[in-house]
């Protein structure tokens, strides 16, 4: 047995997540904490699957939620490998859902709008309301830009002045979405689904350039707002507008090691600090 494979924790037998899960979270462990570095090849399923007793189609489950992550590469005949580049751009949607597997689940946003959060959201929140997935408390906290206010985008992309139509476009897309998450968490906690749940919303004035999600104050998703010219439609007119494409938005991955080498605990501290910072002090509540 070679000192990586020996190196491979166990797993917990107390953990509620499914065990290709667990093996999947061990193998990232593994990959983030340099156990298994870019190009090495990583254990075979047949080997893990003796290791940990479980069947080879939950190995192959887990290396699948490795590669959905852009962490693992596989090479027909070879194996599995760690990619070269690891913080490459991920899917959202999954991690999020696995964090619903915890016990207190906290998420904080900051964007231009709520959409994809809410798309995240969806799929999770109805899991809980079937019973599938059981945290007990949830608290999300969602900072926006402020769409009453003068903005550099939207604007009108002719003279790149702002228009008060825009605006008012932007802030309905928000409303709907955060009305619709707060609407579903409030309806879990009246069905005693979740034991406690709350969704705040506050706002400011800068300008929107960065998504920013925050899980559990463990794990970090990052991207900017390219800035693109794109037909909006605004009370039956056609306006060619200059807008932040959050759609476009690359997101960038960062989890807590124990690694003391690692950059990925400080982006995570300080994208923490940042929110806090900018919620605690600059950020505000609107009235209904």
Do not use: C
Not at 166 to 179: D, F, G
Not at 265 to 288: G, K, R
């Amino acid at each position: 047995m070679d000192q990586q494979f020996a190196a491979l924790s166990d797993l917990d037998p107390n953990d509620e997540k499914p065990p290709f899960q667990q093996l999947a979270g061990v193998l990232r462990a593994a990959i983030k904490s340099g156990v298994y570095n870019a190009g090495d090849r990583l254990p075979s399923q047949p080997d893990l699957a003796e290791r940990y007793g479980m069947a080879r189609e939950t190995v192959r489950n887990a290396f699948r939620v490795l590669k959905e992550e852009r962490l693992v590469v596989s090479r027909q005949g070879s194996g599995a490998f760690v990619r070269a580049q690891t913080e490459r751009p991920v899917g959202l949607r999954p991690h999020v859902e696995d964090l619903f597997t915890s016990e207190n689940v906290t998420i904080d946003f900051a964007g231009f709008g709520a959409e994809t959060l809410h798309g995240a959201l969806s799929e999770p929140l109805d899991k809980v309301r079937a019973g599938q997935l059981t945290p007990s408390s949830l608290s999300i906290r969602i900072l926006l830009p402020d769409m009453r206010k003068p903005a550099a985008v939207p604007s009108l992309a002719e003279t790149g002045e702002d228009d008060p139509r825009l605006r008012r476009r932007m802030e309905r897309i928000v409303r709907r979405s955060v009305e619709s998450i707060t609407d579903t968490v409030d309806e879990l906690v009246a069905m005693e689904l979740l034991k406690s749940g709350k969704v705040e919303v506050r706002f400011h004035r800068a300008g929107p350039q960065f998504k920013l999600y925050i899980l559990n104050r463990e794990e970090v998703f990052f991207g900017f707002y390219p800035v693109a010219k794109h037909p909006v439609v605004v009370g039956g007119e056609h306006i060619s507008a200059y807008d932040s494409m959050g759609k476009d938005s690359v997101l960038m991955h960062f989890v807590n090691t124990d690694d003391p080498t690692a950059t990925d605990p400080t982006m995570i501290e300080q994208a923490q600090t940042w929110f806090d910072s900018i919620w605690t002090t600059i950020a505000y509540e609107v009235a209904e």
